[in-house]
C-alpha cells in the first residue's frame, strides 16, 4: 500500500483518525476527480499507482488493487487506512467489513454521461461490443443506485454524503467543498481542493 503524506502503520492525527473516508460511485462518475480533490485538501489517499493516468483519466485513477479483492474477503488492508481516503465503487460497498467505520462521498452524475464516458473509454480500448451497449446500462445502473443507497441507509457504522458532479463542476464547487469539510469533521484546504478541479476535463456532457 502507498499512502502518500504518512507511512503504513503510523496513524493520522485527530479525531478522525478512526474513521476511513470511502469514495465511491459509479466509474465514471467523478470518484477520481474525488480522490485528488482530497488528497490536495489534505487526505492522504489509498493507492498503489499501478494503473497509470491516460487519455481517460489524465490526472490519474487513483486506486488501490486489493480493493478489487473486497468481495473475496481481503479487508486487512482496511487496519492501515484509518484516516486516509480510499476509492471503492458501489458494487463492493456491501463488502466493507462493519468493525471500521465509515464516511462516505458518494459521487452522482447524470447517468447519460456517465454511460458516455464508459463508452468512449471502452472505443479507446477497442471493446467495441460492450462500447455499443453501454446505453442499455441506465435502467440497471437507476436500480443499483437506489439499492445501494438503501443499504447505506441501514448500516450503522456508515455515514453518507452525495455529491452532485454536474454542480461540483459547473460552478457550485465552493458550496460543496464547505459541505464536505462539515461532513468529514476535519481540516481541509479548501482553497486547494477547489483549485484541483479542471474544467476542461468534464467531458460527455449532457443535457437533462
Known amino acids: 500500500m502507498s499512502l502518500r503524506h504518512r507511512?503504513?502503520?503510523q496513524p493520522a492525527a485527530g479525531e478522525y483518525a478512526n474513521t476511513i473516508v470511502v469514495v465511491s460511485g459509479l466509474p465514471r462518475s467523478g470518484t477520481s476527480l474525488m480522490m485528488?480533490?482530497?488528497?490536495?485538501g489534505g487526505v492522504p489517499p489509498v493507492v498503489d499507482h499501478l494503473r497509470q493516468a491516460d487519455v481517460d483519466n489524465p490526472e490519474g485513477y487513483y486506486e488501490y488493487e486489493r480493493v478489487k479483492q473486497l468481495n473475496s474477503g481481503d479487508t486487512l488492508w482496511l487496519a492501515d487506512a484509518n484516516g486516509c481516503a480510499v476509492k471503492i465503487i458501489t458494487a463492493l460497498l456491501v463488502h466493507l467489513p462493519p468493525e471500521y467505520?465509515?464516511?462516505?462521498?458518494?459521487?452522482?452524475r447524470r447517468l447519460s454521461e456517465v454511460v458516455e464516458s464508459q463508452r468512449r473509454m471502452l472505443?479507446?480500448?477497442?471493446?467495441?461490443?460492450?462500447?455499443?451497449?453501454?446505453?442499455?446500462?441506465?435502467?440497471?445502473?437507476?436500480?443499483?443506485?437506489?439499492?445501494?443507497k438503501k443499504w447505506m441507509d441501514d448500516q450503522p457504522n456508515l455515514s453518507a454524503l452525495t455529491v452532485d458532479y454536474?454542480?461540483?463542476?459547473?460552478?457550485?464547487?465552493?458550496?460543496?467543498v464547505d459541505e464536505i469539510a462539515i461532513f468529514l469533521n476535519r481540516p481541509l484546504k479548501k482553497a486547494a481542493m477547489h483549485r484541483s478541479?479542471?474544467?476542461?476535463l468534464y467531458r460527455n456532457r449532457a443535457e437533462l
Open 7 to 9: 507511512q503504513p502503520g
Open 36 to 40: 485528488m480533490m482530497l488528497e490536495t
Open 101 to 108: 467505520t465509515y464516511k462516505v462521498i458518494l459521487m452522482q
Open 123 to 148: 472505443a479507446h480500448r477497442n471493446i467495441t461490443e460492450q462500447a455499443n451497449n453501454a446505453l442499455s446500462l441506465i435502467p440497471l445502473y437507476t436500480r443499483h443506485l437506489g439499492e445501494v
Open 166 to 176: 454536474n454542480a461540483l463542476v459547473e460552478g457550485e464547487a465552493q458550496s460543496i
Open 197 to 200: 478541479i479542471i474544467p476542461a
